[in-house]
């Protein structure tokens, strides 16, 4: 098959048309421990739909593997007094482990380091290059002469014009957090050799995704609009607005793959341009393992294609790897379905800050020293999924963990799986009992709709990727099989069987509809809890076939007299003393990370405090004119990465204000924020747009920035005074 056969760009593939999926999570830095924000992120949301996919017995394949390149792996090895070479090699098994160990269930889990991702990648640059969809431009970047190389932003240390921090990187200062850029630094050196880069011309490839902002324009913002989420649509908008630019595809590194043409020496394949490929790299590997044709996977239009990944990737997968695909002649996704981001206890999640909940962490504190483990590995997807960051960020709380666990795993699924195998084997003889057709009453037959209603909803929800309703769902049907129970009352009618032994078979109805919604259950849970799942089939001795997701929703998975194994319970309670345990680990390990900070510091010159500006009189103070305004529109400014162009509504008019905050907000999260506008302040022309206004800010110590706006929400223009 050549690279453009049975090809087009239409990725609108109804449920029917579709013959094939193929699933992607974004790839993890291979550069040290991965928390589970990155889990609720990209992977667990993932294997809940390929769980489901396989369930319906689609064809589905299931890609990801670690991403080896980029600044990140060699600055990680420098840091541990090692080879790039073994960094990889050191987090790759480990991270891929962790993964299998909390039930993601990839089909592989690759590298980007590995001989045939490299050939691929080459491939595809190739191919690209030789199409002409690839331009060169020359310009300036600082070099090392000592160490007789070109330098990365990670490789650059200078003063921070910001703060006065002498140690600050070339792309961030670390002491306020600001974002940088190698120009900006005052009296920039290298850190491989401690002295000061001079500039020289080199030439790279790039990308120029100017060319191709109709077709994304068109693709994303009218064809997907209303099957994408919302907040990936509005961040590809502002980006598409903003105008697009030329990226480099190329960068000046010994560490990455090799650019595979003549006059490239010493430069390899940007990071975010390889990794990417990584998963059709990882689809020709789960190929050749398995004796299969990778081809149609990424060429065929009857493949539906998914990404799933976190909000920081949504540009990469919604915009410059789907110019790449149609380029190369592949098919584009036809979803994106990112995820916002994931706070930990009132703050968000930091490594560096010893801010978060690893995924070793956790599988140490509580899957390995627990018999039966696998139970709290089901509990922490129960809970990730539960607070999913679907449409907004959430906040991970271990108070939050132990009330899901506790009040809904234990009390409502547990207890009805539990109570439905010790009321059978007491008041069945341990056998699943026959049904009464002529005894049935409107109590059970609504129980009975509502088993074979339930897995068309959560079906529908699953196919939207809202997997948090979805989930909800089936723990909503687990309640409702309580409830029916505790109408049904087959305990008390036991204690009259002696006077009225008729009564016997409103107690096989009950519990005979109870052990076949057990059955739906472990069906229906299975995308979610697959461990659980599993202990549920052990106890009803049935095998993983049952698992179909066509024999959700009926009523006669469990044959009439067939003998059940003993109930286990399915969860245990989670207790204080553990929950306090883990806050107060976070704790210390957040108070050890900051004292090395601190540390760290000591020997650095204090940061710079702006001076108090020269005394003005009352009079200087009364010409200014203040109002609350409310941002109504917001979009980049084309070729300048600091700068918002904000439509302000002031109530009497909405006006035009240019601000330099892009580094600090994103544009499609300001709107609808009141902020303070000097609105008789002179106009200003900046990027040719005419600025009408100045918006107060306030810097905190690390540098960012905050919106000076009233506690509560008024009327646009009133005044402050």
Known sequence: MSTTENNTDTTTNSPSAVKRYLITSALPYANGLKHIGHLAGAYLPADIYVRYLRARQRDVVFVCGSDEHGTAIPIQAAKEGTTARSIIDKYHPIIQQNFADLGISFDIYHRTSAPLHHETSQEFFTHLNNNGDLEIIDSEQYFDEEANTFLADRYIKG???????????????????????????????????????????????????????QWLREWILEEHKNDWRTSVVGQCKSWIDGGLQPRAVTRDLDWGIQVPVAGAEGK?????????????SATKQWALDNDKDWKPYWYNTDTKLVHFVGKDNIVFHCIIFPVMLKLHGNIVPANVPANEFMNLEGDKMSTSRGWSIEMDDYINDWIKKENGGSQLADTLRYYLTAIAPESKDSEFTWKGFQDANNSELVNIFGNFVNRAFVLMHKLCNGKVPPVHTALLDETDEQMIEAIKQAPRKIEQLLEEYKFRDAQFEVIELARKGNQYMQKKEPWILAKKLAEQPELQQQIDNCLHICLQLTANLAILINPFLPFTAKKMLGMLKVVDKMLVWENAGKLKLLSVGYSLRAPELLFRKIEDEEVKAQIEKLQAASSAKATAAVTALETVPAAVTAPVKQEIVYDDFAKLDMRIGTIVEAVKVPKADKLLQLQVDLGFETRTIVSGIAMHFAPEDIVGKQVTVVVNLAPRKMRGIESNGMILMAEDAQGKLHFVNPETAINAGAGVS
């Open 268 to 280: 390899v394949l940007y990071v975010w341009f390889d990794a990417p490929i990584g998963y059709i």
């Open 159 to 213: 003063t921070c014009p910001n703060c006065g921090y002498e140690n600050a990187f070339g792309d961030q200062c670390e002491r306020c957090g600001t974002s940088l850029s190698p120009d900006m630094l005052i009296n920039p050196v290298s850190t491989l050799s401690g002295k000061a880069p001079i500039k020289k011309a080199t030439k790279h490839w790039y990308l120029p995704l100017n060319r191709h902002e």
